[in-house]
């Protein structure tokens, strides 16, 4: 078997970076709606906000543990895999990387200590200090990782000297043209994901009748929330779309799988793209379409993808993540309009269609998230840094097998902590509130005292 | 001062390092003492380490992460031959960090089976991370020589950490937990010792370049402090544990206290070792270096962060002294 390293070492990146950015895709948004829940105690002293606050903290504490331990497996990856870009740009990456980690991730982890165990040992401010330092601490987080992803895409700020990139100006390689659109979007993205896993997670705890109160307390903030976000997250995705048109025009083409530069081009709904024939078979176009989107004008001209030959992303995957991540949008922000309509304007109970409607986009934040990351991402080949450095030039020297077999280890023990976290979730969700401690002392008599749901064997 | 920059950059990373393995060095040592405790046991090992490992485990991010702002030839040099003990490294830990949360959360019945994959991740972390060490030392080589040294590197660290978390125990237990750990401690002395022993004599019989270092008069004698004091703090545990009635008289954090000395002892000798170079016989310090102005621009944020980690670091570390409460989400 002849495996291309390259895709190879791309394969196993992308995998390792697909699992990590699930969890803090959560923890983004959720660390700020715990802040929200004890804010709201705080002035209202109602029990019920502390109690949200109790069940959410816990799951943030496991989203936020798988998002740490993975998250060190990416610092290690650029080296392993791909020590070329660190030789080639360094300069750059490293200290956007660095500045992540001393602002970020020490913030975070060592207030995650008090947040979570010492409610008992501070004063109330201090662990509501403590929860907002931990809330910084992941969106500054994403503030530097995001800097460095929108640099790859649109490199500013830098001059190259032999082949190395140098820095020239780190205010125009933080704030480079991409960079403001990129950030709103995740941020957006991860409040959404938060949001619809409290609105999903709400559901399910609502329909077994777990915890009501506090349930629907914790989706009707869910439901405001994804109300506001989701129309503006349509907003920021297409100035986003605008921008990535003015910088990675292949990108765009790929999206939306124009092979042909013309004017009054539509906006091709579903079609197979194949690169063979360069062509797109059974195509279902809008006329004008994507002129009108892209340009806001139906006639205007968009370049297409046979300007890019052997320059371009691959086509299909774009194309189809794309219409995954901007499908999944458009329910999100149906859905939140209408349970907004039901239970917020016109103050009802929320209905069994609602309740299995919200359980089933419990993880529809991850889909979007993905679908937008490989759009993005995958949309940048075979740039590693766009229209600087090569990705097949940046791959590390490593025997097919060995990259195969971690891999293979890699995808087996994410496959399991995946696994192993939804159905803790589900059982956390769905078993009675836990006010004790976390360690089960009195093991026998909590077991009296929980009865697990039936599904659980 | 320019100048000076790879070198305090070098500097700041193996002291990350070595705070990264004084702290987290607890975590993974009390991860591979779980299956010795009973059931109470057990969750207070877990109780003792919660509030901290995410914060120690983010030292070795920070590490690597010196190498990669600083010396990014060297990251990729160090990393892409340490592929398979890397990858090693980051799945046990992946294991620890998840089972840590997960023991507590998920259904009770699986909690036996969670704290199996914490001690599991947590001694395949510590191996891993001794033989990196090992090939480390010996400048990546991957001969049989090298590889021998590697291996007995891999057996020495796990008994550091063991101590290391046996005498952190000492801090945060009572009772009998407490007994236990002057157990493990004990028996765990011997085993430690004598594997730094050995790494010490081996260290200068795989490379030349050490040997000539350390073997060079005055050298030897503006050194021997190193060797000297290494013995004397060994000597005093060891006087502490087998010979006193009641080794630590209240004192609780001394024998952690010795280890530290250790600890830092043996990462001076290593720096001596191994500077001016960063990957012993192939690259110095100088030439891995990025740009001065990538060093600048990290330096102004370290030198005004890092003090800020620390100190907030020791907050955290005074809200949570005394010994360990059971861990309470609540």
């Known amino acids: 078997m002849d495996l291309d390293p390259v895709l190879l070492a791309r394969a196993q990146f992308a995998a390792n970076i697909s699992f990590h950015i699930l969890f803090p895709a959560i923890t983004i948004g959720l660390a700020w709606l715990l802040v929200y829940f004890r804010v709201r105690y705080t002035r209202t002293r109602n029990q019920d906000w502390d109690q949200a606050y109790q069940f959410w903290v816990k799951i943030f504490a496991l989203c936020f543990a798988i998002g740490v331990v993975s998250g060190i497996t990416m610092s290690f990856q650029f080296g392993t895999n791909w020590p070329g870009f660190m030789n080639h740009a360094g300069n750059i990456a490293g200290p956007l990387l660095g500045y992540e980690i001393l602002t970020a991730f020490f913030l975070e982890a060592t207030f995650l200590g008090v947040m979570l165990f010492g409610k008992d040992r501070v004063s109330h401010r201090m662990h509501l200090l403590a929860c907002t330092l931990v809330a910084i601490g992941t969106s500054l987080s994403a503030f530097w990782i995001l800097a460095l992803s929108a640099w790859m895409h649109t490199p500013a700020g830098y001059v190259i000297e032999d082949g190395i990139l140098d820095v020239e100006s780190w205010w125009a390689i933080i704030f480079n043209p991409s960079f403001p659109y990129r950030l709103t979007h995740m941020l957006l993205a991860s409040v959404l994901t938060a949001s619809f896993l409290i609105i999903g997670v709400s559901a399910w705890r609502l329909r077994r009748g777990t915890d009501a109160t506090i349930s629907l307390l914790v989706l009707r903030t869910g439901v405001l929330i994804a109300m506001i976000a989701a129309p503006a997250q349509v907003i920021v995705g297409d100035l986003h779309g605008l921008n990535t048109l003015e910088h990675q025009p292949a990108k765009i083409a790929a999206m939306e799988a124009i092979w042909e530069t013309g004017d009054s081009v539509p906006l091709v709904l579903f079609a197979l793209p194949d690169e063979q024939s360069r062509s797109n078979r059974f195509a279902l176009e809008i006329p004008y379409g994507a002129s009108l989107i892209l340009h806001h004008d139906p006639h205007a001209t968009l370049q297409g993808l046979n300007e890019f030959e052997g320059e371009h992303p691959p086509v299909a995957i774009v194309f189809w993540s794309f219409r995954i991540m901007v499908g999944t949008g458009i329910l999100m922000v149906t859905f939140a309009w209408w349970a907004g309509w039901q239970l917020l304007v016109r103050r009802r109970q929320p209905s069994p269609a609602l309740l299995t409607m919200a359980s089933w986009m419990t993880f529809s934040g991850w889909v979007a998230v993905l679908a937008g990351w490989y ?54 969700s769905l078993s009675k509130p836990r006010t004790q401690t976390a360690e089960l002392r009195d093991k026998s008599a909590q077991m009296d005292e929980l009865p697990r749901p039936p599904e659980d064997s | 001062m320019e100048a000076y920059l790879p070198t305090i950059f070098a500097g700041m990373m193996g002291l990350s390092l070595l705070i990264y393995v004084i702290l987290d060095g607890y975590d993974l040592g009390i991860g591979m003492l779980l299956p010795f405790g009973n059931e109470d046991e057990q969750d207070m090992m877990i109780a003792a380490i919660g509030p901290f490992w995410d914060a120690n485990e983010t030292w070795i991010v920070f590490g690597v992460g010196i190498l990669l702002v600083a010396f990014p030839q060297a990251h990729g040099l160090v990393l892409s031959t340490l592929y398979l003990p890397v990858s090693a490294m980051l799945i046990g830990l992946v294991l620890r960090g998840i089972a840590f949360d997960f023991r507590a959360k998920a259904v009770a019945e699986h909690k036996e089976r969670w704290n199996r994959i914490f001690t599991c991740g947590s001694l395949l972390a510590t191996c891993a991370q001794g033989w990196m060490l090992g090939s480390y030392i010996t400048g990546l080589r991957q001969d049989a020589t090298g590889l021998l040294f590697s291996g007995l590197i891999t057996l020495c660290l796990p008994s550091l950490y ?169």
């Open chain 2, 162 to 330: 063991l101590m290391l978390g046996a005498a952190w125990l000492l801090v945060k237990s009572e009772g009998s937990l407490f007994d236990k750990a002057m157990r493990w401690a004990r028996l765990a002395l011997l085993p430690m010792g004598a594997t730094l022993l050995l790494v010490s004599l081996a260290t200068p019989l795989v490379s030349s370049t050490i040997a000539a270092k350390w073997f060079s008069w005055p050298g030897l004698l503006q050194l021997s402090p190193i060797p000297l004091i290494s013995i004397a703090a060994y000597a005093t545990m060891l006087w502490m544990l087998f010979f006193r009635e009641q080794p630590l008289h209240r004192r609780h954090w001394l024998l952690y206290g010795w280890l530290i000395v250790i600890c830092v002892l043996a990462a001076l000798g290593l720096a001596y070792s191994i500077l001016p170079d960063i990957v012993i016989g192939r690259m110095t310090v100088t030439e891995a270096a990025a740009s001065p102005a990538s060093l600048w621009f990290t330096f102004w944020g370290a030198i005004i962060v890092l003090p800020t980690v620390l100190v907030y670091t020791i907050v955290v570390y005074r809200i949570f002294s005394g010994k360990a409460s059971p861990l309470s989400y609540d």
């Open chain 1, 375 to 428: 759009v993005t991402e995958i949309g940048r080949q075979p740039w590693l840094v766009q229209g600087v450095l090569k990705t097949s030039d940046m791959v590390a020297d490593h025997e097919a097998s060995m990259v195969l077999g971690t891999f293979v280890a890699y995808l087996a023990l994410y496959a399991f902590v995946l696994v192993s976290f939804i159905a803790t979730l589900r059982y956390m």
